[in-house]
């Protein structure tokens, strides 16, 4: 069964560290790129990051740019999203999802999605 699962979230403090895992299960990683996006209520699912099928480009939104890292561990099966000095505007629920296709597309269009995990929350706050 294709499956995507994410965790890491919590609670931090504003100028704090998480790092995200999505682990895959049912299918190989290797064929396909994996984004990071996120969602607050009421807002609209926004791209974060995106790495390519063998890691070799990598893709961020201008808010999280020198902050978050996206990297893959396909002998794991995992992508990591390693986020650092966090802010209160980074709170929001975080998914990971598979692309069809081992490129990534910037801005990410979730169409272009066909699998996604549940969602971990990420709430940064003092």
């Known amino acids: 069964q294709l499956q995507l699962v994410e965790s890491g979230g919590g609670l931090v403090q504003p100028g704090g560290s998480l790092r995200l895992s999505c682990a895959a299960s049912g299918f190989t990683l290797d064929y396909y790129a994996i984004a990071w996006f996120r969602q607050v209520p009421g807002k609209e699912r926004e791209g974060v990051s995106c790495?390519?099928?063998?890691?070799?480009?990598?893709r961020y939104a201008d808010s999280v740019k020198g902050r978050f890292s996206i990297s893959r561990d396909n002998a794991e099966n995992t992508v990591y999203l390693q986020m650092n000095s966090l802010k209160s505007e980074d709170t929001a629920v975080y998914y990971c999802a598979r692309r069809t296709g081992g490129a990534c597309s910037w801005p990410p269009r979730e169409y272009e999605y066909g699998a996604w995990g549940q969602g971990t929350q990420v709430t940064v706050s003092s």
């Open positions: 790495i390519s099928n063998y890691g070799g480009s990598t």
